[in-house]
């Protein structure tokens, strides 16, 4: 290898011909630097028009950053593409991640990443180890859950293994299916899991003890203990995590991270050792309890109110991990939607069971047979819950309050996910966000509608800063104070979007911690930017890159090829799914809708109005370089970023 931090190989795994091959990284490098931004480059070589997420030939996608596997703060998780199964109205090409050790265990097996395609003839898994990797037999973990799978595959090999593993609703094609690693480490989003199911692939065990190179180890040093120190007490969104003594006492409760790199205590995860089950009367249970998956026990006044308790909730949230189903579609979409379906008189019960949230028993009924396709209503639910209101022939209307767009639920957009925070205007650059994506865009890019209220005194009362101070930040981070401005309603909307565009594409690529970066302001200077030596926040990623690799890219080059990256996907999608303004324009009557805001503080309630929003999506394809009137990169646009070859094969599209 000519450069730091990566392993140097690829493997290409071809299923239906049991066969591994091997490739070199730097085939890709360094353009495509990792991850998600090597997986576009992949994909649009390697995914032709008219593939679907269950084609054998369909590529799954699973590549590490420079970053995973160093002593780089945050860093250490995985970037899985390909088409979607998830992806509604069309099966397109999109993404996910997820965090743990697996991505770290890799890079240090010798290898950046898998490229598997094919359908074995029977159930497989792949067992790599230091530059080799075989395919396995798995008949016997085809239909154990992901704990059990990864259980006894550490049982044969040693406890030092990692396994990346499906449970029952991936091996049964379910499009809210998960991929996993350790206790709560998922490819949730997506419906990833459905696809290695559809490959017959069940698990991807990885065990390695080469070290990687460091082209400037000094230097990477320096700037990683700068940059930890600066995180430390300064990322405290939303508020001081502490845990409950009295969890702490009766349920062993702990700091979790959720990846390899992690060096802060996150507010929200939490392992538990000793929690007793409900449904499974005298075991007890352990497991991590992170993100959404606090919302099973239930919310006491709040939207998602209903009473299973802590444990019984616990419970369910393993349940639903170890089956390999989608938290979020679960919690925020589908139950809501199911609730909304009850309350309005359309059903009473799913499959003979009633409907009782406050019932764990219905609740396992629910997601068990949603995992395993038992019964209509539920092997309808199984398709996602925008596709299963379609096949019902019920709740479409529900639907639309629920969901944005793709076939995702609501998330940090004001209006269907209805514990957050983001009020008027900030919601209008999620509106566009997830009106240019392909799938829920604020798991790639919380750096503006969540982290801009949790710079503020609304969410995090101890910790937050004054409106005055956050426009001061915004003018340094954005050019101007209007991109964060609580009155400034649709101005200034369109640059943030562009701006954590690009960073999305980074956390996704190198890859590093979106909750934690990009590094925006800080409560330990006079001026409340994030400062670490002499490296400024938004320029944190850049300095461990370049110290790691020895690729000497400034933070416009960073930027430069990050930006490469979105349009080639824009391309792929133009050329394989005739993506336009129209399709990024379909957002807008749910945004219509009166915002579902629950903070009390915020009195008024907004909806979208339709005509400017559209003016805010003229000036981000001007930004991006798009034709205002179609959507799709411009010749002269695509030129820039060194792609006239790939404008030239699709010319009659663009």
């Known amino acids: 290898m000519n450069y730091g931090g990566y392993a140097g190989k690829l493997l290409r795994i071809n299923l239906t011909k049991a066969t591994v091959d091997q490739q070199d990284t730097m085939d890709y490098l360094p353009d495509w630097y990792g991850g998600r931004a090597m997986a576009a480059r992949i994909a649009w070589d390697e995914i032709p028009p008219g593939t679907g997420a269950f084609d054998p030939n369909s590529p799954l996608i699973i590549l590490t950053g420079p970053?995973?596997?160093?002593?780089?703060?945050?860093?250490?998780?995985?970037?899985?593409?390909?088409?979607?199964?998830?992806?509604?109205?069309?099966?397109?090409?999109?993404?996910?991640?997820?965090?743990?050790?697996?991505g770290p265990e890799l890079k240090h097996a010798g290898f950046d990443g898998l490229i598997i395609t094919g359908k074995?003839?029977?159930?497989?898994?792949?067992?790599?180890?230091?530059?080799?990797?075989?395919?396995?037999?798995?008949?016997?973990?085809?239909?154990?859950?992901?704990?059990?799978?990864?259980?006894?595959?550490?049982?044969?090999?040693?406890?030092?293994?990692?396994?990346?593993?499906?449970?029952?609703?991936?091996?049964?094609?379910?499009?809210?299916?998960?991929?996993?690693?350790?206790?709560?480490?998922?490819?949730?989003?997506?419906?990833?899991?459905?696809?290695?199911?559809?490959?017959?692939?069940?698990?991807?065990?990885?065990?390695?003890?080469?070290?990687?190179?460091?082209?400037?180890?000094?230097?990477?040093r320096k700037v990683c203990n700068l940059i930890r120190k600066e995180a430390h007490g300064s990322h405290g969104w939303p508020h001081t995590p502490k845990l409950d003594r009295n969890k702490v006492k009766k349920f062993g409760e702990r700091y979790q991270a959720c990846t390899q790199g992690c060096a802060v205590r996150c507010y929200d995860a939490r392992f538990y050792t000793t929690v007793p089950a409900v449904l499974q009367r005298g075991k007890i249970l352990s497991g991590q309890v992170d993100?959404?998956?606090?919302?099973?026990?239930?919310?006491?006044?709040?939207?998602?109110?209903?009473?299973?308790?802590?444990?019984?909730?616990?419970?369910?949230?393993?349940?639903?991990?170890?089956?390999?189903?989608?938290?979020?579609?679960?919690?925020?979409?589908?139950?809501?939607?199911?609730?909304?379906?009850?309350?309005?008189?359309?059903?009473?019960k799913i499959d003979g069971m009633e409907i009782n949230l406050d019932n764990p028993e219905f609740w396992a009924f629910l997601l068990r047979g949603i995992a395993k396709k038992e019964g209509s209503f539920r092997s309808a639910l199984s398709e996602g819950t925008v596709r299963a209101s379609k096949i019902l022939g019920i709740g479409e209307e529900r639907v639309k309050q629920l969901f944005p767009a793709w076939g995702y639920a609501g998330h940090w957009d004001g209006h269907g996910d209805r514990i957050n925070y983001v009020f008027f205007p900030y919601w209008v650059v999620s509106a566009l966000q997830w009106a240019v994506d392909t799938r829920d865009p604020i798991s790639s890019a919380h750096g503006y509608g969540q982290n801009i209220m949790g710079w503020s005194k609304i969410c995090s009362p101890?910790?937050?800063l004054d409106w005055n101070t956050i426009k001061k930040v915004s003018a340094k981070v954005y050019g101007s104070e209007k991109c964060a401005d609580p009155e400034s309603g649709y101005t200034g909307k369109a640059f943030p979007v562009?701006?954590?565009?690009?960073?999305?594409?980074?956390?996704?690529?190198?890859?590093?911690?979106?909750?934690?970066?990009?590094?925006?302001?800080?409560?330990?200077?006079?001026?409340?930017?994030?400062?670490?030596?002499?490296?400024?926040?938004?320029?944190?990623?850049?300095?461990?890159?370049?110290?790691?690799?020895?690729?000497?890219?400034?933070?416009?080059?960073?930027?430069?090829?990050?930006?490469?990256?979105?349009q080639l996907e824009r391309l792929l999608l133009v050329r394989n799914f005739n993506r336009s303004r129209k399709d990024d324009e379909s957002v807008i009557?749910?945004?219509?809708?009166t915002e579902q805001q629950t903070n009390p503080l915020i009195a008024q309630k907004v909806a979208l109005d339709a005509q400017k929003f559209k003016g805010v999506m003229d000036e981000y394809y001007t930004l991006r370089g798009w034709n205002t009137e179609t959507g799709k990169p411009t010749k002269k646009t695509l030129k820039r970023f060194g792609l006239e070859k790939e404008a030239e094969e699709i010319a009659e599209k663009i």
């Open 67 to 102: 970053l995973t596997g160093t002593a780089a703060p945050f860093s250490g998780r995985t970037t899985v593409s390909g088409i979607s199964a998830q992806g509604y109205p069309v099966e397109w090409y999109s993404r996910s991640s997820f965090g743990g050790h697996w």
């Open 120 to 220: 074995a003839s029977r159930p497989v898994f792949l067992k790599i180890e230091n530059r080799t990797c075989t395919i396995q037999d798995a008949t016997h973990l085809w239909g154990m859950g992901i704990y059990d799978s990864q259980k006894k595959i550490m049982e044969e090999f040693g406890r030092n293994w990692r396994v990346f593993s499906i449970g029952p609703a991936g091996e049964n094609k379910c499009r809210i299916a998960i991929a996993a690693t350790e206790t709560e480490s998922a490819s949730g989003q997506g419906g990833y899991g459905a696809v290695m199911g559809s490959k017959n692939l069940k698990a991807i065990a990885v065990h390695g003890t080469i070290p990687l190179t460091v082209a400037q180890p000094e230097t990477f």
């Open 291 to 348: 993100c959404i998956a606090g919302l099973f026990p239930g919310l006491k006044g709040s939207f998602y109110n209903w009473k299973l308790g802590f444990e019984a909730g616990f419970e369910i949230g393993q349940i639903a991990n170890d089956l390999g189903l989608n938290h979020w579609e679960i919690l925020v979409g589908m139950v809501p939607w199911i609730r909304f379906l009850k309350n309005d008189g359309v059903i009473s």
């Open 462 to 464: 101890e910790l937050g």
């Open 498 to 566: 562009w701006w954590h565009g690009q960073r999305s594409v980074m956390k996704d690529s190198l890859t590093v911690g979106d909750q934690v970066f990009p590094r925006i302001y800080s409560l330990k200077t006079e001026d409340n930017f994030a400062r670490a030596g002499n490296m400024e926040g938004p320029s944190f990623e850049r300095f461990m890159f370049t110290s790691l690799t020895g690729i000497p890219w400034s933070d416009n080059d960073l930027e430069h090829a990050s930006e490469r990256v979105i």
């Open 589 to 593: 009557p749910y945004f219509e809708k």
